[in-house]
């Protein structure tokens, strides 16, 4: 039997073509890929910036089980399910704390590794699914709601250094894409005040149209952003400081406008041909600041994202924004790209 792939041929072209439906092992998954999303990780993939090893990629995946293998009990067909991305060594110290996405060993992941969504079928290989890495969604959930799953782990992990603060505290996201919303999202679930900040105006409005939960808007483009955050900080400086975008400027001011004791998240990764920038080590130093990366996610985030969904606390419709099928991929990549467009999450339907 046959099914429709997207593959990447070469860096900016994919091809649609009819390939051989994968078989299911005896320690393996098959899913019917309902919905993937796409990602600025997916555009950096398209443009040959970040390599992969699979020829499909894509890895904010939904579906449905369609076959299990013969030694797997706790999954049935028809279950309806989101794939964590991340694929664990399952034998060092993180693995075993549930910790996979800081594996020692370096960890695999599925659209880069292991064949992704891009396509009308998958399969999860046995160390995929021996980790636990098809998680089970509610019946009303739908497919295109649960691809923000990932994305929205990713950002809780973000999270998961930081101190327990008392409600009020002031947060400064810094970056208007999906991540930087989400971010706010869930800040407001913290309890946070929460100041977005952005250099293009038009996503600033998109923020304020479809709803975000902002208290202040910041335009970059017009206000110096150190300066607007401790006006409204009553110069104190915001409590938590996320660099949703990549910009060795964004992690420098950071430091300038966190308060004492803050939690700065370099959220965004940099050029991996230029990473190295110049802070002011001396604001760490005497305002015991608290500097944290952050890298994907592991299970117990996604269950806390999909209850976070599922439930209502976040609502993830409004930013579901433009949906394509399989053989259009490369223009959704091009909507995802084109700021003019309003995109916030581009959906791949390999069904449609």
């Given at each position: 039997m046959k099914m429709k792939a997207a593959i990447l041929a070469k860096?900016?072209?994919?091809?649609?073509?009819?390939?051989?439906?994968?078989?299911?092992?005896?320690?393996?998954?098959?899913?019917?890929?309902?919905?993937?999303a796409v990602c600025g990780t997916d555009l950096r993939i398209f443009c040959g910036q970040k390599k992969i090893e699979v020829p499909i990629t894509g890895h904010e995946i939904s579906g449905v089980i369609e076959e299990v293998g013969k030694n797997i009990k706790e999954y049935s067909v028809g279950d309806k399910i989101v794939v964590e991305t991340v694929v664990g060594c399952g034998e060092c110290d993180a693995c075993k704390k549930g910790e996979?996405?800081?594996?020692?060993?370096?960890?695999?992941?599925?659209?880069?590794?292991?064949?992704?969504?891009?396509a009308q079928y998958l399969v999860l290989?046995?160390?995929?699914?021996?980790?636990?890495?098809?998680?089970?969604?509610?019946?009303?959930?739908s497919f295109e709601e649960a691809t923000v799953v990932e994305p929205l782990s990713c950002v809780i992990n973000g999270w998961a250094p930081f101190k327990n603060r008392p409600k009020g505290f002031t947060t400064v996201i810094i970056g208007a894409g999906i991540i930087g919303m989400?971010?706010?999202?869930?800040?407001?679930?913290?309890?946070?005040?929460?100041?977005?900040?952005?250099?293009?105006?038009?996503?600033?409005?998109?923020?304020?149209?479809?709803?975000?939960?902002?208290?202040?808007?910041?335009?970059?483009?017009?206000?110096?952003?150190?300066?607007?955050v401790k006006e409204l900080t009553g110069k104190i400086g915001a409590d938590v400081v996320i660099c949703a975008a990549s910009s060795k400027d964004i992690q420098r001011e950071a430091l300038n406008m966190a308060a004492v004791d803050a939690d700065i998240s370099f959220f965004a990764g940099g050029s991996k041909d230029d990473p190295y920038t110049s802070i002011d080590t001396n604001l760490i130093h005497y305002n015991e600041l608290h500097i944290h990366g952050a890298n994907a996610s592991n299970k117990a985030q996604y269950l806390e994202a999909?209850?976070?969904?599922?439930?209502?606390?976040?609502?993830?419709?409004?930013?579901?924004?433009?949906?394509?099928?399989?053989?259009?991929?490369?223009?959704?990549?091009?909507?995802?790209?084109?700021?003019?467009?309003?995109?916030?999450?581009?959906?791949?339907?390999?069904?449609?």
């Amino acid at each position: 039997m046959k099914m429709k792939a997207a593959i990447l041929a070469k860096p900016g072209h994919f091809e649609i073509r009819e390939i051989d439906k994968p078989k299911c092992g005896p320690d393996e998954i098959l899913i019917k890929v309902k919905a993937c999303a796409v990602c600025g990780t997916d555009l950096r993939i398209f443009c040959g910036q970040k390599k992969i090893e699979v020829p499909i990629t894509g890895h904010e995946i939904s579906g449905v089980i369609e076959e299990v293998g013969k030694n797997i009990k706790e999954y049935s067909v028809g279950d309806k399910i989101v794939v964590e991305t991340v694929v664990g060594c399952g034998e060092c110290d993180a693995c075993k704390k549930g910790e996979e996405n800081r594996c020692r060993r370096k960890y695999k992941a599925v659209g880069y590794q292991f064949n992704g969504g891009f396509a009308q079928y998958l399969v999860l290989p046995k160390p995929a699914v021996k980790q636990g890495c098809i998680i089970k969604i509610p019946e009303h959930l739908s497919f295109e709601e649960a691809t923000v799953v990932e994305p929205l782990s990713c950002v809780i992990n973000g999270w998961a250094p930081f101190k327990n603060r008392p409600k009020g505290f002031t947060t400064v996201i810094i970056g208007a894409g999906i991540i930087g919303m989400l971010h706010v999202e869930y800040a407001k679930q913290k309890g946070a005040k929460v100041i977005l900040a952005n250099r293009s105006p038009s996503r600033l409005l998109l923020a304020q149209k479809i709803g975000l939960p902002v208290d202040s808007y910041v335009d970059t483009s017009v206000y110096n952003l150190v300066e607007k955050v401790k006006e409204l900080t009553g110069k104190i400086g915001a409590d938590v400081v996320i660099c949703a975008a990549s910009s060795k400027d964004i992690q420098r001011e950071a430091l300038n406008m966190a308060a004492v004791d803050a939690d700065i998240s370099f959220f965004a990764g940099g050029s991996k041909d230029d990473p190295y920038t110049s802070i002011d080590t001396n604001l760490i130093h005497y305002n015991e600041l608290h500097i944290h990366g952050a890298n994907a996610s592991n299970k117990a985030q996604y269950l806390e994202a999909v209850n976070l969904i599922s439930s209502g606390r976040i609502n993830v419709k409004k930013f579901i924004t433009h949906r394509f099928p399989l053989e259009k991929i490369e223009e959704a990549i091009n909507v995802l790209e084109n700021r003019e467009m309003n995109a916030i999450k581009v959906i791949i339907d390999p069904w449609l």
